[in-house]
Each structure stands twice: as C-alpha cells, then as structure tokens.
C-alpha cells in the first residue's frame, strides 16, 4: 500500500502562480506513472497531468497546456504539479495519484491516492 500527501494548496489571485507536492512512501516510487486529477463541487474526477517513471515524459489536459508543469524527484519519492496564469475555473480538490498501467488519463488505472489539497483562485 504506497501512502500519498499532498501540500501546497490554498488561495491564490488569478494570475498567480501555485506549486503543488506529493510525498510518496515505500521504495518503488521509480516504479509508477504519477497524476495529478482534480475535482470541482459537483463536477467529475477530472485528469490535470501525469509523468512517467522516468520523468521524461508528461502528459497535460488541454485546460491546463502551457500553464501547468509536472515533474519528479524520485530520490525524494516525491512529485509535482508547478501552476502558472492560474483562473478561477482551475479551483478544485487535488489529488495526486499512482498508475502501474498505462491509459494515464484515466483515473480507474490508478490505485493510490492521496487525500488532496484545495486550490482556491480568486476573480
């Protein structure tokens, strides 16, 4: 069972910038896809971005290209979601989560999640 934390949530003006962390526990971080997802009241479980094992590869929800980066440590079993140009539409819970799979986008692959953080962006 991987443990996940989330940090670096809160409230933010539109425009600003915001960097997420994930801290992951156990040996075998290297061994997984990491997400980012997000979900808004009433609304989906929504893909935001994930990495590869490796780090050498993400993947970003059309919304959020161009204005979010995600990126790994894994000497620090840890992962991250950096957010620029930040709009009221990205406030939502956020969650990171790990996929042994592959489809990173879609949420039923990942079997681990963290308990999230909120992102609040103000107009």
């Known amino acids: 069972q991987v443990q996940l934390v989330e940090s670096g949530g809160g409230l933010v003006q539109a425009g600003g910038s915001l960097r997420l962390s994930c801290a992951a526990s156990?040996?075998?971080?290297?061994?997984?896809?990491m997400g980012w997802f997000r979900q808004a009241p009433g609304k989906e479980r929504e893909f935001v971005a994930a990495?590869?094992?490796?780090?050498?590869?993400?993947w970003y929800a059309d919304s959020v290209k161009g204005r979010f980066t995600i990126s790994r440590d894994n000497a620090k079993n840890t992962v991250y979601l950096q957010m620029s140009s930040l709009k009221p539409e990205d406030t939502a819970l956020y969650y990171c989560?790990?996929?042994?799979?592959?489809?990173?986008?879609?949420?039923?692959?990942?079997?681990?999640w963290g308990q999230g953080t909120q992102v609040t962006v103000s107009s």
């Open positions: 990495v590869s094992r490796s780090g050498s590869t993400a």
């Open positions: 156990g040996r075998t971080f290297s061994t997984y896809t």
């Open positions: 989560a790990s996929n042994s799979g592959s489809a990173v986008t879609d949420p039923r692959r990942y079997a681990n």
